[in-house]
């Protein structure tokens, strides 16, 4: 019987993924590196915005007004 295992990621993937903050819990900024904890998983952040309503970029900065 095959298992499956978890392929590493690409450094430069794994960035996008914290700088997006799809990553839970959210990793620390240490100098130049990222601190991930060994339990953190990936996260689609649609479906957390349908469960609180804003992203956090709308917390900081506002709902987005639509020009025209």
Known sequence: ?????ASP????????W???????PA????????LVQANA???NPLSLKHHTG?????KIHGPQKKNG
Do not use: H, N
Not at 54 to 58: D, R
């Open 41 to 43: 998983i990936k996260i």
């Open 1 to 5: 019987m095959e298992s499956k295992t």
């Open 54 to 58: 804003q992203t956090l970029m709308e």
């Open 9 to 16: 990621r690409c450094i430069e993937q794994v960035r996008r």
């Open 27 to 34: 990793p620390r900024l240490d100098g130049r590196e990222y």
């Open 18 to 24: 914290v700088r997006a903050g799809i990553i839970y």
